[in-house]
């Protein structure tokens, strides 16, 4: 008898965040082990609670909840969206330029497939969050990988990009602020991106799922609001700054050049269609979200949790020898590098399931990100300082040990 094996189209596909060291991680656990998980921005397990107003509201319409809505979505919801719209400067958004969806993850997955052919190219940013990489494989077109320059406070290449550009280019996507180096863009640098995609005719795809976590002076500037004669994607939700990732409730906003897009869109709306609706009941969390008081604030600003642990932990990674950390100016992740002088390390997810096995800590290698040198790994800053600090005292007790064990095997 045959084999049944997996479709072609996933052959280039991984996402390492519950990769196979996830796996080894929950045998782990079944043996009993408690695994401290930095792999992975969830910010429930870490005591990062929703606003009780959000869970009171979705309780209250949860009876109302027990149909399908229209396939883009609530129209509070949606409207909603657009007043936030108008908030932050994104212009010309109406309520039917908006999908909700389960996550911006469904709505990446979406876009990427009403867009993409066979052969089209998508610049991506390395490292990137690994979805964008796989969906637009998954697609059928090619992930093209543009640097980020750690030098430059991890803020893209312009001159690589523009090197790979080619006619089959299709569109780029930009992350801002940035998982996993938690870089926040600065406007000439937006601005510099957004002229590189009027002049070729790219489609903006603007992941800001942390535009409302940032730290110090930090200024988010919405890709949407930029004047240019660009279609721009904005994906958006409730995953982080809201600290309801459970509810996979996320938004699409359409905006800038729809008058040339109206193919694209009729395909964003059979997809939209296709799912029926997205999770109604995580919908009605929406309103309140976006048109209470924002408590993330109370995190972010001084004396706040984020920023503590983001501090204790920058300062904690760089104290280690031979490790550098860029500080994060927003987003939950550290993005450190290993020295390969120090650390010469040959296969980082090897590296990180040796640090699991031996010190009970589960991150993610920077290959996972796309990275291109197995050198990098990404820490999630979400538990409490106690428990930060003893990660990072692991981490760097690993490291010390490694460091012998290679000096061992080095010839005299």
Not at 23 to 43: D, F, S, T, V
Not at 83 to 96: R, Y
Not at 314 to 319: D, G, T, V
Request: proline content about 6%; overall charge negative.
């Amino acid at each position: 008898m045959g084999h049944h094996l997996k479709s072609k189209k996933l052959n280039n596909v991984c996402y390492e965040i519950r990769g196979p060291v996830l796996q080894r991680a929950n045998e782990l656990e079944e043996e009993g082990h408690r695994i401290l998980k930095l792999n992975i921005g969830n910010p429930a397990p870490f005591g990062f609670n929703a606003p009780d107003e959000i869970i009171q509201d979705v309780i209250r319409m949860l009876p109302d909840s027990e149909g399908y809505s229209d396939s883009k979505g609530l129209y509070s919801a949606r409207k909603a969206i657009m007043q936030e719209c108008q908030k932050i400067g994104i212009p010309g958004v109406g309520v039917n330029d908006i999908y909700l969806g389960n996550g911006a993850s469904e709505l990446i997955s979406m876009a990427t497939q009403a867009l993409l052919n066979q052969g089209d190219e998508v610049l991506i940013p390395a490292p990137d969050y690994p979805l964008w990489t796989a969906v637009v494989s998954l697609s059928g077109a090619s992930p093209v990988h543009y640097l980020c320059d750690e030098d430059n406070g991890w803020q893209p290449s312009i001159d690589d990009i523009v090197s790979k550009i080619t006619p089959n280019t299709k569109a780029i996507v930009i992350i801002n602020p940035n998982n996993p180096t938690g870089a926040v863009y600065s406007r000439e640098m937006l601005e510099q991106l957004i002229a590189i995609a009027e002049a070729h005719n790219l489609v903006v795809f603007a992941d800001e799922i942390y535009s409302k976590i940032l730290f110090d002076d930090a200024v988010h500037i919405p890709i949407g609001s930029l004047k240019a004669d660009i279609l721009c994607l904005t994906f958006n939700g409730l995953s982080k700054a809201y600290r309801l990732a459970g509810f996979r409730s996320g938004w699409l906003i359409v905006s800038g050049a729809k008058d040339r897009a109206a193919d694209y869109i009729e395909g964003l709306n059979i997809l939209s269609s296709m799912r029926l609706c997205a999770n109604v009941p995580a919908q009605h969390a929406i309103q309140t979200a976006l048109g209470g008081y924002q408590s993330i604030n109370e995190l972010i600003l001084p004396g706040g949790r984020l920023l503590e642990q983001r501090d204790l932990a920058h300062k904690m990674l760089n104290e280690i020898p031979g490790v550098s950390c860029t500080k994060p100016a927003g987003a939950i992740y550290m993005f450190p590098r290993l020295d390969p002088e120090i650390y010469p390390v040959k296969d980082d997810e090897q590296l990180v399931l040796d640090l699991l096995n031996q010190e009970k800590i589960l991150l993610v290698q920077g290959s996972g990100f796309n990275w291109h040198e197995p050198d990098h790994l990404r820490i999630v800053f979400l538990p409490n300082k106690i428990d930060l600090a003893d990660a990072i005292e692991r981490f760097a007790r690993f490291l010390a040990s490694y460091r012998k064990q290679l000096a061992l095997k080095r010839p005299a």
